[in-house]
């Protein structure tokens, strides 16, 4: 459901002169979790995949909108999964280059909502799952192939950490203290294809 400041930032860009164009589509991307670490127990990088929504306002601004699913199931000599929904909203600047060709760049914020499970160090079956907010940055490139069907080539790079103070170990729930930081920094390269559904505000 939509909340009331999110109705009025689209009744205010929907009202701007020369309307506000709204794509929609689908993205895959190489998800790479930056800390190493991860390459060797959690058999990353990985694929995501995800539904993206672009709001084309006037002028040299767009807003990337989207959410995507990551996950890496047991693989041999590995016994874990890791699972994570991301959702994310970048304001971003962009240039027409030629038509039919823009490039765009920003910052923007990142959320994650994720669990793992899987055998550590020590042998015990470990479960934990948490959320966290965080920022990132992204650069890529939007290519109209034909009519309102277009391409984007994207690359992402995130900064984010999460804090757990309760696990489960071995099917009992065990207080970690000091509570556990784990870094769920990351970086994507990312193909998505995308259809202008319409333009509101003419």
Same mark, same amino acid.
């Given at each position: 459901?939509?909340?009331?400041?999110?109705?009025?930032?689209?009744?205010?860009?929907?009202?701007?002169?020369?309307?506000? $164009?709204?794509?929609? =589509?689908?993205?895959?991307?190489?998800?790479?979790?930056?800390?190493?670490?991860?390459?060797?127990?959690?058999?990353?990088?990985?694929?995501?995949?995800?539904?993206?929504?672009?709001?084309?306002?006037? =002028?040299?601004?767009?807003?990337?909108?989207?959410?995507?699913?990551?996950?890496?199931?047991?693989?041999?000599?590995?016994?874990?999964?890791?699972?994570?929904?991301?959702?994310?909203?970048?304001?971003?600047?962009?240039? =027409?280059?030629?038509?039919?060709?823009?490039?765009?760049?920003?910052?923007?914020?990142? =959320?994650?909502?994720?669990?793992?499970?899987?055998?550590?160090?020590?042998?015990?079956?470990?479960?934990?799952? $948490?959320?966290?907010?965080?920022?990132?940055?992204?650069?890529?490139?939007?290519?109209?192939?034909?009519?309102?069907?277009?391409?984007?080539?994207?690359?992402?790079?995130?900064?984010?950490?999460?804090?757990?103070?309760?696990?489960?170990?071995?099917?009992?729930?065990?207080?970690?203290?000091?509570?556990?930081?784990?870094?769920?920094?990351?970086?994507?390269?990312?193909?998505?294809?995308?259809?202008?559904?319409?333009?509101?505000?003419?």
């Amino acid at each position: 459901m939509l909340s009331f400041s999110s109705v009025m930032i689209f009744w205010i860009l929907s009202s701007l002169p020369g309307g506000l $164009g709204i794509d929609l =589509g689908t993205s895959v991307s190489s998800f790479s979790p930056t800390d190493q670490g991860y390459d060797q127990r959690f058999r990353t990088p990985g694929v995501s995949y995800g539904l993206v929504a672009t709001l084309d306002a006037p =002028g040299a601004i767009v807003f990337h909108l989207g959410g995507e699913y990551f996950t890496k199931k047991v693989s041999s000599g590995w016994d874990g999964e890791v699972s994570s929904m991301l959702f994310w909203a970048f304001p971003c600047g962009q240039l =027409g280059v030629m038509d039919g060709f823009s490039v765009f760049a920003g910052p923007g914020i990142v =959320g994650v909502n994720g669990s793992y499970s899987g055998t550590d160090d020590f042998g015990s079956y470990v479960e934990a799952d $948490g959320t966290s907010i965080g920022f990132a940055a992204a650069v890529g490139t939007d290519i109209i192939l034909w009519g309102p069907l277009s391409a984007r080539l994207e690359y992402r790079h995130s900064w984010m950490d999460l804090k757990s103070d309760r696990v489960k170990k071995d099917g009992a729930e065990t207080v970690v203290y000091p509570a556990a930081e784990t870094d769920l920094g990351y970086s994507q390269y990312i193909f998505g294809l995308n259809v202008q559904l319409s333009t509101v505000g003419d």
